[in-house]
């Protein structure tokens, strides 16, 4: 089905940061499937696992116990927050979403959401209502109600939004989809003193943030928040379909038999990749990594400003955007003709999220390129938007 903006390139094979399409060509890939290949692409270890676990066991269901799911959530539980100790297993964001929103409206026994502009949380019936973008919402009416928006990063908005009488709030800690929109402490603090404050639980959304793409494992420790609820995936299987939503032991308590599964959510083969997700993360430099070499592309983006369709550049760890007075299309195509891959977001967003294993040299290589990129459009005089 015509689903996806098709890009021109079939690839067939990856290795450490880099795709390669049929005819051999190397792409720089700063795509990373859309931040979930946070190891690379044929990591070692990664490959070792899935390949051992695959001769053991594909599949076992949640209502049995497997070896492979209790490692995992061994090495899972030293980087999750202290008090988000009990979790969910599923397989994508999405579901993540939809479970946390199920367990707010259980433990609270209201009904109403409290989400924000910009909002990216999935396009399943319940993380789409509480996604703001119009297009994606529109066709699909009427979506789980009620909901209310407020204005992402306004802390005055705060005081227009019903937390008394809400089942949770549910926040990105930095926005993906919406451009690499970065809030500021004020406003994060706020709206967990209001939640705390009218009994609203907290759900902070860190499926693309999370796993120690914004130099820490979850973005909202940039904040100093306590989250209730915590949903996490793309990165989390290291490119294995998995999710996960973690809870408090409050939460956990009121949650029954039945009220919520899956049929292939924690499998052995997921859980063996996600170990060595979990394990590599916890044991390694590759956070510090993330925040050392995200500074140094931050310092590179800033330097576009001498372009004429260049307007903003936004960036924390490696998760950053580069802001576009013109349409994104020509710039990403021709970064992609001189292998480079990235990815977008709305009309004029050129987006990044390489894996964490990149090097000072992938960045400067990926830099090159779009100075390149930039330099030709710009000679085009293509229209502002």
């Known amino acids: 089905m015509h689903l996806y903006h098709k890009l021109p390139i079939t690839v067939c094979k990856g290795s ?50 497997n070896e492979s799911r209790e490692r995992f959530l061994e090495a899972f539980m030293k980087i999750s927050p202290q008090k988000l100790d009990h979790v969910y297993l599923c397989n994508s964001g999405a579901e993540a979403v939809e479970s946390a929103l199920k367990f707010a409206r259980k433990v609270t026994r209201k009904k109403p959401f409290i989400a924000f502009s910009g909002s990216y949380h999935g396009k399943t019936f319940g993380a789409l209502s509480v996604t703001a973008t119009e297009k994606y919402r529109e066709p699909f009416q009427p979506l789980v109600e009620p909901v209310y928006f407020g204005e992402y990063g306004n802390v005055e908005s705060l005081e227009k939004l019903p937390f008394n009488q809400a089942a949770a709030v549910i926040v990105e800690p930095i926005q993906g989809e919406a451009g690499v929109r970065i809030p500021t402490a004020e406003f994060m603090k706020e709206l967990e003193e209001r939640c705390k404050k009218f009994g609203c639980i907290l759900i902070i959304d860190e ?61 052995p083969l997921a859980c063996a990749a996600g170990t060595v997700v979990a394990t590599t993360l916890f044991e390694t430099d590759l956070v510090k990594s993330a925040s050392k070499i995200g500074e140094e592309l931050k310092n590179h983006l800033s330097k576009f400003s001498s372009y004429k369709i260049f307007k903003d550049s936004r960036a924390i760890g490696l998760m950053a955007a580069m802001e576009l007075r013109v349409r994104f299309n020509p710039v990403l195509m021709e970064a992609l003709k001189r292998g480079l891959l990235t990815l977008y977001s709305g009309r004029n967003i050129i987006r990044i999220l390489p894996p964490l294993i990149v090097n000072s040299t992938h960045v400067e290589t990926a830099i090159s390129i779009l100075h390149n990129a930039f330099e030709v459009v710009e000679r085009s005089k293509p229209d502002v938007v």
Do not use: C
């Open 207 to 267: 499926i693309q943030t999370g796993l120690g793409r914004t130099g820490k494992i979850w973005a909202h420790q940039h904040f100093n928040l306590d989250p209730d609820i915590i949903t996490v995936a793309k990165g989390l299987g290291g490119g294995v379909p998995m999710g996960a939503t973690l809870v408090s032991n409050e939460i956990a308590e009121a949650i029954q038999p039945g009220d919520q599964s899956t049929t292939f959510g924690g499998n």
């Open 16 to 65: 450490g940061v880099f795709l390669y399409g049929k005819d051999e060509k190397r792409y720089l890939d700063f795509m990373a499937g859309y931040g979930v290949a946070i190891l690379g692409h044929g990591y070692p270890k990664l490959v070792k696992a899935i390949s051992d676990q695959a001769r053991k066991l594909i599949t076992a269901h949640g209502s049995v116990y």
